[in-house]
Protein backbone atom coordinates (compact mmCIF):
# COMPACT_ATOMS: atom_id res chain seq x y z
CA UNK A 1 0.00 0.00 0.00
CA UNK A 2 1.31 3.52 -0.80
CA UNK A 3 0.78 6.90 1.39
CA UNK A 4 0.61 9.98 0.08
CA UNK A 5 3.00 12.85 2.08
CA UNK A 6 1.00 15.61 2.14
CA UNK A 7 -1.27 16.23 4.88
CA UNK A 8 -4.56 13.67 4.08
CA UNK A 9 -7.65 16.06 2.97
CA UNK A 10 -10.07 16.20 6.17
CA UNK A 11 -13.57 14.79 5.50
CA UNK A 12 -15.61 17.03 7.53
CA UNK A 13 -18.91 14.48 8.10
CA UNK A 14 -19.38 10.65 8.75
CA UNK A 15 -21.23 9.02 6.10
CA UNK A 16 -24.74 8.23 6.97
CA UNK A 17 -24.65 10.59 9.99
CA UNK A 18 -26.72 13.82 9.89
CA UNK A 19 -23.89 16.47 9.67
CA UNK A 20 -22.00 18.59 12.20
CA UNK A 21 -23.61 21.90 12.15
CA UNK A 22 -20.88 24.74 10.73
CA UNK A 23 -21.91 27.14 13.07
CA UNK A 24 -21.09 25.40 16.17
CA UNK A 25 -17.76 27.04 17.97
CA UNK A 26 -15.30 24.17 17.91
CA UNK A 27 -12.10 24.00 19.76
CA UNK A 28 -9.08 24.37 17.16
CA UNK A 29 -7.48 21.53 17.99
CA UNK A 30 -4.03 20.37 15.50
CA UNK A 31 -4.08 17.78 13.51
CA UNK A 32 -1.46 15.35 13.59
CA UNK A 33 -0.11 12.39 11.43
CA UNK A 34 0.69 9.47 12.62
CA UNK A 35 2.87 8.66 9.98
CA UNK A 36 4.83 11.37 10.77
CA UNK A 37 5.42 10.96 14.42
CA UNK A 38 6.56 7.41 14.13
CA UNK A 39 9.41 8.51 11.12
CA UNK A 40 10.02 11.04 14.39
CA UNK A 41 9.29 13.71 12.18
CA UNK A 42 10.90 16.27 14.26
CA UNK A 43 8.17 19.52 13.46
CA UNK A 44 5.17 17.17 13.96
CA UNK A 45 7.05 15.90 17.72
CA UNK A 46 7.06 19.23 18.37
CA UNK A 47 3.40 20.27 17.99
CA UNK A 48 2.38 17.01 19.92
CA UNK A 49 4.76 18.57 22.55
CA UNK A 50 3.06 21.72 22.48
CA UNK A 51 -0.48 20.51 22.14
CA UNK A 52 0.29 18.08 25.56
CA UNK A 53 1.22 21.18 27.30
CA UNK A 54 -1.33 24.10 26.04
CA UNK A 55 -4.68 21.99 25.42
CA UNK A 56 -3.65 18.75 26.15
CA UNK A 57 -5.69 17.31 23.30
CA UNK A 58 -4.97 17.22 19.45
CA UNK A 59 -6.32 14.56 16.33
CA UNK A 60 -4.63 12.04 15.52
CA UNK A 61 -4.52 11.32 11.67
CA UNK A 62 -4.48 7.80 11.35
CA UNK A 63 -5.06 7.38 7.23
CA UNK A 64 -1.68 7.46 6.58
CA UNK A 65 -0.18 4.76 7.79
CA UNK A 66 -0.57 0.90 7.93
CA UNK A 67 -1.07 0.97 12.11
CA UNK A 68 -3.44 3.84 11.79
CA UNK A 69 -5.75 2.32 8.81
CA UNK A 70 -6.20 -0.93 10.58
CA UNK A 71 -7.06 0.42 13.88
CA UNK A 72 -9.65 2.25 12.31
CA UNK A 73 -10.83 -1.20 10.83
CA UNK A 74 -10.77 -2.17 13.93
CA UNK A 75 -12.89 0.56 15.47
CA UNK A 76 -15.30 0.28 12.73
CA UNK A 77 -15.58 -3.37 13.58
CA UNK A 78 -16.04 -2.35 17.67
CA UNK A 79 -18.55 0.42 16.62
CA UNK A 80 -21.10 -2.79 15.15
CA UNK A 81 -20.17 -4.77 18.31
CA UNK A 82 -21.15 -1.72 20.34
CA UNK A 83 -24.22 -1.51 19.12
CA UNK A 84 -25.15 -4.84 19.30
CA UNK A 85 -24.14 -5.40 22.38
CA UNK A 86 -26.35 -2.27 24.18
CA UNK A 87 -29.23 -4.26 22.40
CA UNK A 88 -29.10 -6.87 25.01
CA UNK A 89 -31.89 -5.79 27.84
CA UNK A 90 -31.19 -3.93 30.68
CA UNK A 91 -31.20 -6.95 33.23
CA UNK A 92 -28.36 -9.13 30.75
CA UNK A 93 -26.43 -6.08 31.05
CA UNK A 94 -27.11 -5.36 34.82
CA UNK A 95 -25.60 -8.68 35.37
CA UNK A 96 -22.13 -7.10 34.12
CA UNK A 97 -22.00 -4.24 36.76
CA UNK A 98 -19.67 -5.24 39.04
CA UNK A 99 -19.24 -2.14 41.08
CA UNK A 100 -20.35 -3.72 43.73
CA UNK A 101 -17.22 -5.52 44.00
CA UNK A 102 -15.19 -2.75 43.99
CA UNK A 103 -14.31 -2.60 40.08
CA UNK A 104 -15.10 -0.38 37.06
CA UNK A 105 -14.79 -2.98 34.33
CA UNK A 106 -18.03 -4.26 32.89
CA UNK A 107 -21.46 -2.31 32.38
CA UNK A 108 -22.74 0.96 33.98
CA UNK A 109 -26.28 1.89 33.48
CA UNK A 110 -27.74 5.18 32.60
CA UNK A 111 -28.20 7.59 35.36
CA UNK A 112 -26.06 5.69 38.09
CA UNK A 113 -24.03 8.23 38.16
CA UNK A 114 -24.19 11.77 38.84
CA UNK A 115 -22.43 14.47 36.51
CA UNK A 116 -22.81 17.48 38.77
CA UNK A 117 -22.89 19.07 42.22
CA UNK A 118 -26.31 19.35 42.24
CA UNK A 119 -26.72 15.80 41.93
CA UNK A 120 -28.11 15.61 38.10
CA UNK A 121 -27.69 11.81 36.60
CA UNK A 122 -25.94 11.11 34.01
CA UNK A 123 -27.70 10.29 30.33
CA UNK A 124 -25.50 7.35 28.54
CA UNK A 125 -24.52 3.58 29.18
CA UNK A 126 -21.00 2.18 29.58
CA UNK A 127 -18.97 -0.82 28.85
CA UNK A 128 -15.63 -0.97 29.97
CA UNK A 129 -13.52 -4.15 29.08
CA UNK A 130 -10.28 -4.61 30.73
CA UNK A 131 -6.94 -4.66 28.54
CA UNK A 132 -5.71 -7.45 31.37
CA UNK A 133 -8.73 -9.65 30.62
CA UNK A 134 -8.46 -9.24 26.89
CA UNK A 135 -4.68 -9.78 26.93
CA UNK A 136 -4.15 -12.91 29.11
CA UNK A 137 -2.39 -10.77 32.07
CA UNK A 138 -5.34 -11.23 34.74
CA UNK A 139 -8.41 -14.11 34.56
CA UNK A 140 -11.45 -13.31 32.53
CA UNK A 141 -14.76 -11.61 33.58
CA UNK A 142 -17.78 -12.57 32.78
CA UNK A 143 -19.14 -11.34 29.76
CA UNK A 144 -22.20 -11.42 27.00
CA UNK A 145 -21.65 -13.41 24.13
CA UNK A 146 -21.40 -10.65 21.91
CA UNK A 147 -17.90 -9.75 23.38
CA UNK A 148 -16.78 -13.24 24.16
CA UNK A 149 -17.27 -13.43 20.30
CA UNK A 150 -15.38 -10.21 19.58
CA UNK A 151 -12.05 -10.94 22.19
CA UNK A 152 -10.00 -11.17 18.99
CA UNK A 153 -10.66 -7.75 18.02
CA UNK A 154 -10.17 -6.11 20.91
CA UNK A 155 -7.22 -7.51 21.48
CA UNK A 156 -6.07 -6.33 18.35
CA UNK A 157 -7.67 -2.42 18.94
CA UNK A 158 -5.68 -2.87 21.98
CA UNK A 159 -2.30 -3.65 20.73
CA UNK A 160 -3.11 -0.94 18.57
CA UNK A 161 -3.91 1.34 20.58
CA UNK A 162 -1.79 0.75 23.54
CA UNK A 163 1.08 1.16 20.55
CA UNK A 164 0.27 4.37 19.45
CA UNK A 165 0.16 5.67 23.31
CA UNK A 166 3.65 4.22 23.48
CA UNK A 167 4.84 6.52 20.08
CA UNK A 168 3.13 9.45 22.39
CA UNK A 169 4.90 8.78 25.41
CA UNK A 170 8.34 8.12 23.84
CA UNK A 171 7.71 11.66 22.15
CA UNK A 172 6.73 13.59 25.36
CA UNK A 173 9.42 11.68 27.28
CA UNK A 174 12.12 12.69 24.99
CA UNK A 175 11.01 16.41 24.99
CA UNK A 176 10.46 16.29 28.43
CA UNK A 177 14.27 15.37 29.03
CA UNK A 178 13.84 12.16 31.32
CA UNK A 179 15.91 9.33 31.29
CA UNK A 180 14.81 6.99 28.46
CA UNK A 181 12.06 4.86 28.31
CA UNK A 182 10.93 6.55 31.75
CA UNK A 183 7.06 6.61 30.99
CA UNK A 184 7.47 3.78 28.77
CA UNK A 185 8.13 1.24 31.47
CA UNK A 186 5.58 2.78 33.45
CA UNK A 187 3.17 1.52 30.79
CA UNK A 188 4.29 -1.98 29.63
CA UNK A 189 1.69 -3.87 28.26
CA UNK A 190 1.40 -6.76 29.82
CA UNK A 191 1.53 -5.64 32.90
CA UNK A 192 -1.16 -5.48 35.19
CA UNK A 193 -2.81 -1.48 34.76
CA UNK A 194 -6.14 -0.62 34.38
CA UNK A 195 -6.25 0.17 30.71
CA UNK A 196 -9.64 -0.46 29.11
CA UNK A 197 -11.59 -0.19 26.20
CA UNK A 198 -15.21 1.54 26.64
CA UNK A 199 -18.09 1.18 24.70
CA UNK A 200 -20.34 4.54 25.22
CA UNK A 201 -23.93 5.08 23.86
CA UNK A 202 -26.15 7.83 24.16
CA UNK A 203 -29.76 8.01 23.17
CA UNK A 204 -31.30 11.03 21.71
CA UNK A 205 -33.21 13.16 24.64
CA UNK A 206 -36.34 14.79 24.79
CA UNK A 207 -36.00 18.29 22.87
CA UNK A 208 -37.48 19.97 25.74
CA UNK A 209 -34.95 18.26 28.35
CA UNK A 210 -31.57 18.24 26.83
CA UNK A 211 -28.64 17.72 29.39
CA UNK A 212 -24.95 16.83 30.10
CA UNK A 213 -25.20 13.06 29.15
CA UNK A 214 -21.57 12.94 30.57
CA UNK A 215 -20.07 15.40 33.69
CA UNK A 216 -17.19 17.46 33.24
CA UNK A 217 -14.04 15.61 34.18
CA UNK A 218 -10.33 14.80 33.22
CA UNK A 219 -9.81 11.52 32.11
CA UNK A 220 -8.26 9.60 34.87
CA UNK A 221 -4.90 8.02 33.39
CA UNK A 222 -2.49 8.47 31.14
CA UNK A 223 -3.43 9.02 26.92
CA UNK A 224 -7.18 8.32 25.93
CA UNK A 225 -7.39 7.32 22.14
CA UNK A 226 -11.16 8.33 21.23
CA UNK A 227 -13.38 7.57 18.31
CA UNK A 228 -16.53 9.18 18.36
CA UNK A 229 -18.75 10.17 15.07
CA UNK A 230 -21.87 12.97 16.19
CA UNK A 231 -20.88 16.05 18.04
CA UNK A 232 -21.71 16.53 21.78
CA UNK A 233 -17.94 16.22 23.37
CA UNK A 234 -16.63 19.72 24.76
CA UNK A 235 -13.61 21.10 26.20
CA UNK A 236 -13.33 23.84 28.67
CA UNK A 237 -10.22 25.77 27.41
CA UNK A 238 -7.77 27.46 30.13
CA UNK A 239 -8.53 30.65 31.71
CA UNK A 240 -11.16 31.58 34.14
CA UNK A 241 -13.37 33.51 31.31
CA UNK A 242 -13.36 30.22 29.34
CA UNK A 243 -15.97 28.76 27.60
CA UNK A 244 -17.37 25.30 26.54
CA UNK A 245 -16.24 24.73 22.93
CA UNK A 246 -17.62 21.28 20.35
CA UNK A 247 -14.65 18.83 19.59
CA UNK A 248 -15.92 18.33 15.89
CA UNK A 249 -15.86 14.23 14.80
CA UNK A 250 -13.26 13.81 12.18
CA UNK A 251 -13.41 10.75 10.19
CA UNK A 252 -10.34 9.14 9.70
CA UNK A 253 -9.05 10.54 12.79
CA UNK A 254 -8.78 9.43 16.91
CA UNK A 255 -9.19 12.52 19.40
CA UNK A 256 -6.41 12.14 21.68
CA UNK A 257 -5.71 13.33 25.13
CA UNK A 258 -3.93 13.45 28.14
CA UNK A 259 -5.16 12.75 31.49
CA UNK A 260 -4.35 13.05 35.24
CA UNK A 261 -1.36 10.81 35.53
CA UNK A 262 0.67 13.15 32.89
CA UNK A 263 -0.30 15.63 35.05
CA UNK A 264 1.12 14.47 38.33
CA UNK A 265 3.95 13.29 36.20
CA UNK A 266 5.00 16.69 35.46
CA UNK A 267 4.34 18.74 38.34
CA UNK A 268 1.00 20.48 35.81
CA UNK A 269 3.58 21.16 32.81
CA UNK A 270 1.21 18.74 30.59
CA UNK A 271 -2.27 19.41 30.63
CA UNK A 272 -5.22 17.41 31.38
CA UNK A 273 -7.69 19.58 29.56
CA UNK A 274 -11.26 19.42 31.44
CA UNK A 275 -13.96 17.76 29.14
CA UNK A 276 -18.04 16.68 28.98
CA UNK A 277 -20.25 15.66 26.41
CA UNK A 278 -23.96 17.09 25.81
CA UNK A 279 -26.49 16.57 23.97
CA UNK A 280 -24.98 16.35 19.72
CA UNK A 281 -25.36 20.08 18.00
CA UNK A 282 -28.14 20.52 15.67
CA UNK A 283 -29.38 18.28 13.38
CA UNK A 284 -27.68 15.29 15.18
CA UNK A 285 -29.64 15.43 18.00
CA UNK A 286 -31.90 12.89 17.15
CA UNK A 287 -29.83 10.20 16.29
CA UNK A 288 -27.91 7.68 19.06
CA UNK A 289 -24.56 8.72 19.64
CA UNK A 290 -21.88 5.41 20.16
CA UNK A 291 -18.18 6.26 21.23
CA UNK A 292 -15.42 3.74 21.39
CA UNK A 293 -12.38 4.64 23.71
CA UNK A 294 -9.44 3.56 24.67
CA UNK A 295 -8.05 4.79 28.28
CA UNK A 296 -4.26 3.78 28.57
CA UNK A 297 -3.31 3.84 32.52
CA UNK A 298 -0.24 3.60 34.47
CA UNK A 299 0.26 -0.25 36.07
CA UNK A 300 -1.42 0.07 38.88
CA UNK A 301 1.36 0.16 41.42
CA UNK A 302 2.83 3.34 40.02
CA UNK A 303 2.53 5.69 42.27
CA UNK A 304 1.00 8.92 40.99
CA UNK A 305 3.58 12.26 41.40
CA UNK A 306 6.25 14.15 39.72
CA UNK A 307 8.56 11.97 37.72
CA UNK A 308 12.42 12.39 38.80
CA UNK A 309 15.04 12.34 36.44
CA UNK A 310 14.20 16.21 34.67
CA UNK A 311 15.75 19.40 35.36
CA UNK A 312 12.13 20.57 32.76
CA UNK A 313 9.40 19.64 35.16
CA UNK A 314 8.30 22.27 37.54
CA UNK A 315 9.26 21.14 41.74
CA UNK A 316 6.61 20.76 43.88
CA UNK A 317 6.66 23.99 46.22
CA UNK A 318 7.04 23.77 49.89
CA UNK A 319 3.16 23.57 50.93
CA UNK A 320 1.71 22.21 47.50
CA UNK A 321 2.49 18.86 48.32
CA UNK A 322 -0.14 16.23 47.12
CA UNK A 323 -1.57 12.87 48.77
CA UNK A 324 0.62 10.41 46.85
CA UNK A 325 -1.93 7.57 45.26
CA UNK A 326 -1.33 4.56 43.53
CA UNK A 327 -2.62 4.45 39.87
CA UNK A 328 -5.22 1.78 40.74
CA UNK A 329 -6.31 3.68 43.51
CA UNK A 330 -6.64 6.62 41.89
CA UNK A 331 -8.79 5.41 39.49
CA UNK A 332 -11.22 3.27 41.60
CA UNK A 333 -11.51 6.73 43.54
CA UNK A 334 -12.54 8.53 40.36
CA UNK A 335 -14.53 5.82 38.11
CA UNK A 336 -17.02 4.49 41.34
CA UNK A 337 -17.00 7.95 43.03
CA UNK A 338 -19.79 9.40 41.44
CA UNK A 339 -22.04 6.57 41.14
CA UNK A 340 -25.37 6.91 42.47
CA UNK A 341 -26.31 3.00 43.11
CA UNK A 342 -23.27 1.88 45.58
CA UNK A 343 -25.54 2.93 48.75
CA UNK A 344 -22.89 5.30 50.28
CA UNK A 345 -23.47 9.13 50.10
CA UNK A 346 -21.47 10.31 46.75
CA UNK A 347 -19.20 13.02 47.73
CA UNK A 348 -18.48 15.28 44.35
CA UNK A 349 -15.13 16.81 45.12
CA UNK A 350 -13.77 13.01 46.58
CA UNK A 351 -13.86 11.86 43.35
CA UNK A 352 -12.35 14.96 41.54
CA UNK A 353 -8.88 14.46 39.74
CA UNK A 354 -7.00 17.10 38.24
CA UNK A 355 -9.73 19.76 36.63
CA UNK A 356 -8.73 22.49 39.45
CA UNK A 357 -4.93 22.69 37.76
CA UNK A 358 -6.74 22.05 33.86
CA UNK A 359 -8.05 25.13 34.67
CA UNK A 360 -4.77 27.16 34.79
CA UNK A 361 -6.48 29.84 36.91
CA UNK A 362 -3.88 31.52 38.88
CA UNK A 363 -5.57 32.35 42.69
O1 LIG B 1 -17.96 10.13 24.17
C1 LIG B 1 -17.05 10.96 24.05
O2 LIG B 1 -16.90 11.61 23.03
C2 LIG B 1 -16.11 11.22 25.21
C3 LIG B 1 -16.22 10.23 26.33
C4 LIG B 1 -15.36 10.55 27.51
O3 LIG B 1 -14.90 11.65 27.70
C5 LIG B 1 -15.04 9.49 28.49
O4 LIG B 1 -15.64 8.40 28.40
O5 LIG B 1 -14.18 9.75 29.37
FE1 LIG C 1 -13.26 11.58 29.14
Not at 53 to 59: E, N, R, V
Not at 128 to 137: A, R, Y
Not at 156 to 175: A, E, P, Y
Not at 297 to 318: A, F, K, T
Request: proline residues 6%; charged residues 25%; hydrophobic residues 40%.
Amino acid sequence: MSFQTNPTPVMNNFPGLPPFPDDASTAPLLRLSLRKLLAGDAAECEKLFMSSKDIGFFYLDLQDVEQGTSLLDDADALFRVGEALFELSPEDKQQYDFSAQNSYFGYKAQGAAVVDKQGNLDRNEFYNVSKDDILGVSGQLPAPETLHQSRARLASFMRGSHSIVKTILTILNKHLRLPEGMLSNLHRQYAASGDQVRFVKAPPQPVDDRRTALGQHTDFGSVTVLFNRLGGLQVLPPGADAEWVYVRPLPGHAIVNLGDAMVKFTNGLLRSNIHRVVAPPGRQADSTRYSLVYFARPEDSVLLRRLEGSEDIPRVMDGDAEEVVNSKDWIIRRALGRRVDLGGEVDFDKAAGTEQMSRRIQV
